[in-house]
């Protein structure tokens, strides 16, 4: 597999606005759900969101919903994350990967290993 490439992270102060981009391979990203993950330097990757193959539903964690829109480009493979009102706690390097919803939890598909650089988003209060 090739790795994703993760863009559009950056410094921001509490309340405004970053929008990431997710380029993937075929193999990544055509007939899959596609997430976002993030995670914080000594803890364990969080996903955020997973967009259904076809984009038309997105599932969101409730520490996002509301103020994250995920959203997808089959013809380019490329998977957006629009972030309004951002929040410290937002902080993170931020990654995407297939993924899968179960219940309340968004989780890596179990045969993706080829996570990419990801791209670091830090919230100042």
């Known amino acids: 597999q090739v790795q994703p490439v993760e863009s559009g992270g950056g410094l921001v102060q509490a309340g405004e606005s970053l929008r990431l981009t997710c380029t993937a391979s075929?193999?990544?990203?055509?007939?899959?759900?596609m997430g976002w993950f993030r995670q914080v330097t000594g803890k364990e990757r969080e996903g955020i969101s997973c967009t259904t193959s076809s984009g038309r539903r997105t599932f969101y964690v409730d520490s996002v919903e509301g103020r994250f829109t995920a959203s997808r480009d089959n013809a380019n493979k490329t998977v957006d994350l629009q972030m309004n009102s951002l929040k410290p706690e937002d902080t993170a390097m931020y990654y995407c990967?297939?993924?899968?919803?179960?219940?309340?939890?968004?989780?890596?598909?179990?045969?993706?290993?080829?996570w990419g650089q990801g791209t670091s988003v830090t919230v100042s209060s």
């Open positions: 075929s193999s990544t990203f055509d007939g899959r759900a």
């Open positions: 990967a297939p993924c899968v919803s179960v219940a309340t939890i968004i989780v890596p598909a179990s045969d993706f290993r080829s």
